[in-house]
């Protein structure tokens, strides 16, 4: 027996969780239901009169109505769900709206509706200007809800650069330079200043005017140099700046193409030069868990209560990724190797130092650039593993050279056809540079 005492509430409860599974009929005749003894009871029906209809069942007869027309609180109820999913399914059409007006309006479109919202908020100040008031009207609360998405696919072509900014937005390159130039970005005095403002018109080309709160550091300065390389032949006029819409062919703004951007995530270009390395998996893993300091040098174990007392088995200092790869006494050895090799200044003190070197390359000698560091630390981390876990140490520093051909050697199948005698010339210079270097030690 199912008791119906509360008709209303079982409709609610019942659109409420969307169940369609299996439904609920009452038969019903007209005039209301009657019992045994012939009296009409009202609209509600007795426990006999009740029929259960599940997946299968026989559909409704005529003579059967549905719970939602028995009384009227019944239809009230109903009227009240239906109108909570509309205006469900009005916000959304209005957040669509204001993406699509959002944008347009960003685009300095043209019209009453334009004219309103430039009259109202805007006056003559940008978008995302900081003084723009962020509350206002039903409409304007949704773009200012959902603005900063444009700037994920929104692309300027600068020309007088009043309305760009220098580190937010799209105007260079592959995207924001704020995301691909990170150290600069973290230190600059002024992250909201426009082009207009950033370059010096009277000065020589390639002149510009950006303030930093402190002096650089080492991959800062590559960093540097690699911006300025970049945006040295801007060209501009007295024309406003144009903005289109890159995620989309037509540059047309569509709310699947916002969707799917945001759903990408950032590019992270070196992670991009992990996984492209033409190395073992696993090298690639060793070398992503490098990056993110998660390798299980003495510092991460004695964190986690493990046998170690946190010190490099060499030197005795704090023993962590940077001190592994880069500072320990092997590590430097090593990188004064590389500066020999390549003939360089790269001293580089941590990964972040190295990878802010890697940028400033591009072609095939970045990919070899890659290849070779893996190379030389997978050696190191072999060479520590084997001193901190069994004591051994190698009987010659200039065995980590030799260590380090030998992986190069091994994955130089990997490496594409074309790019191998590149990496040849490579693995020639360090086999010349461990025979002198074994040479000067004896």
Same mark, same amino acid.
């Not at 069942?57 to 109108?83: C, E, H, M, N, Y």
């Not at 070398?287 to 998660?294: A, M, P």
């Not at 200092?317 to 320990?328: A, K, L, P, R």
């Given at each position: 027996?199912?008791?119906?005492? &509360?008709?209303?509430?079982?409709?609610?409860?019942?659109?409420?969780?969307?169940? /369609?599974?299996?439904?609920?009929?009452?038969?019903?005749?007209?005039?209301?239901?009657?019992?045994?003894?012939?009296?009409?009871? $009202?609209?509600?029906?007795?426990?006999?009169?009740? =029929?259960?209809?599940?997946?299968?069942?026989?559909?409704?007869?005529?003579?059967?109505?549905?719970?939602?027309?028995? /009384?009227?609180?019944?239809?009230?109820?109903?009227?009240?769900?239906?109108?909570?999913?509309?205006?469900?399914?009005?916000?959304?059409?209005?957040?669509?709206?204001?993406?699509?007006? $959002?944008?347009? %309006?960003?685009?300095?479109?043209?019209?009453?509706? &334009?004219?309103?919202?430039?009259?109202?908020?805007?006056?003559?100040?940008?978008?995302?200007?900081?003084?723009?008031?962020?509350?206002?009207?039903?409409?304007?609360?949704?773009?200012?809800?959902?603005?900063?998405?444009?700037?994920?696919?929104?692309?300027?072509?600068?020309?007088?650069?009043?309305?760009?900014?220098?580190?937010?937005?799209?105007?260079?390159?592959?995207?924001?330079?704020?995301?691909?130039?990170?150290?600069?970005?973290?230190?600059?005095?002024?992250?909201?200043?426009?082009?207009?403002?950033?370059?010096?018109?009277?000065?020589?080309?390639?002149?510009?005017?950006?303030?930093?709160?402190? =002096?650089?550091?080492?991959?800062?300065?590559?960093?540097?140099?690699?911006?300025?390389?970049?945006?040295?032949?801007?060209?501009?006029?007295?024309?406003?700046? *144009? *903005?289109?819409?890159?995620?989309?062919?037509?540059?047309?703004?569509?709310?699947?193409?916002?969707?799917?951007?945001?759903?990408?995530? &950032?590019?992270? /270009?070196?992670?991009?030069?992990?996984?492209?390395?033409?190395?073992?998996?696993?090298?690639?893993?060793?070398?992503?868990?490098?990056?993110?300091?998660?390798?299980?040098?003495?510092?991460?174990?004695?964190?986690?209560?493990?046998?170690?007392? $946190?010190?490099?088995?060499?030197?005795?200092?704090?023993?962590?990724?940077?001190?592994?790869?880069?500072?320990?006494?092997?590590?430097?050895?090593?990188?004064?190797?590389?500066?020999?090799?390549?003939?360089?200044?790269?001293?580089?003190? $941590?990964?972040?130092?190295?990878?802010?070197?890697?940028?400033?390359? /591009?072609?095939? %000698?970045?990919?070899?650039?890659?290849?070779?560091?893996?190379?030389?630390?997978?050696?190191?981390?072999?060479?520590?593993?084997?001193?901190?876990?069994?004591?051994?140490?190698?009987?010659?520093?200039?065995?980590?050279?030799?260590?380090?051909?030998?992986?190069?050697?091994?994955?130089?199948?990997?490496?594409?056809?074309?790019?191998?005698?590149?990496?040849?010339?490579?693995?020639?210079?360090?086999?010349?540079?461990?025979?002198?270097?074994?040479?000067?030690?004896?």
């Amino acid at each position: 027996m199912v008791s119906l005492c &509360a008709p209303a509430v079982w409709v609610a409860l019942c659109g409420a969780r969307g169940w /369609s599974g299996s439904t609920m009929q009452v038969a019903v005749p007209k005039g209301g239901a009657r019992d045994g003894m012939g009296a009409t009871q $009202g609209p509600f029906p007795s426990a006999g009169n009740m =029929q259960m209809q599940g997946r299968g069942a026989s559909p409704r007869t005529p003579g059967q109505q549905s719970l939602g027309a028995i /009384s009227g609180k019944t239809t009230l109820d109903v009227t009240l769900l239906k109108q909570l999913e509309y205006q469900n399914i009005e916000t959304m059409e209005e957040e669509d709206l204001g993406k699509r007006k $959002g944008l347009q %309006l960003y685009q300095n479109a043209e019209g009453l509706w &334009a004219d309103l919202i430039r009259a109202k908020y805007l006056g003559d100040r940008d978008l995302f200007d900081k003084e723009v008031p962020v509350r206002g009207s039903q409409f304007w609360n949704a773009i200012q809800k959902i603005k900063w998405h444009f700037k994920l696919g929104a692309r300027h072509k600068v020309r007088n650069g009043k309305r760009t900014y220098f580190w937010l937005d799209w105007w260079s390159g592959s995207g924001p330079l704020r995301a691909r130039f990170p150290r600069l970005y973290s230190c600059c005095d002024q992250p909201f200043i426009t082009v207009d403002a950033a370059k010096v018109r009277d000065g020589p080309p390639g002149a510009w005017r950006i303030r930093f709160r402190r =002096q650089f550091s080492l991959a800062e300065t590559v960093e540097w140099d690699n911006l300025c390389r970049e945006i040295q032949d801007l060209p501009t006029d007295d024309q406003p700046d *144009v *903005v289109s819409w890159s995620l989309e062919p037509s540059g047309v703004f569509s709310a699947k193409s916002v969707y799917y951007g945001l759903t990408q995530g &950032a590019s992270v /270009s070196h992670f991009r030069d992990v996984w492209r390395a033409r190395v073992p998996p696993k090298i690639k893993v060793f070398l992503w868990q490098l990056i993110r300091g998660k390798l299980p040098s003495s510092e991460q174990v004695a964190k986690r209560q493990g046998p170690s007392n $946190g010190r490099c088995s060499l030197c005795g200092e704090v023993e962590d990724c940077n001190h592994i790869f880069f500072t320990c006494h092997m590590a430097g050895f090593m990188w004064a190797g590389v500066r020999e090799l390549l003939h360089c200044e790269w001293n580089p003190g $941590g990964i972040g130092d190295f990878i802010a070197l890697a940028q400033g390359i /591009s072609g095939p %000698l970045r990919s070899l650039v890659w290849f070779t560091f893996a190379a030389m630390s997978w050696s190191l981390w072999n060479i520590r593993n084997k001193l901190t876990i069994e004591g051994k140490l190698i009987n010659n520093p200039t065995d980590a050279f030799y260590h380090m051909m030998l992986h190069m050697q091994s994955w130089r199948v990997l490496v594409r056809r074309r790019d191998r005698a590149l990496l040849d010339e490579a693995l020639e210079a360090v086999r010349l540079l461990h025979a002198r270097s074994r040479a000067g030690g004896e």
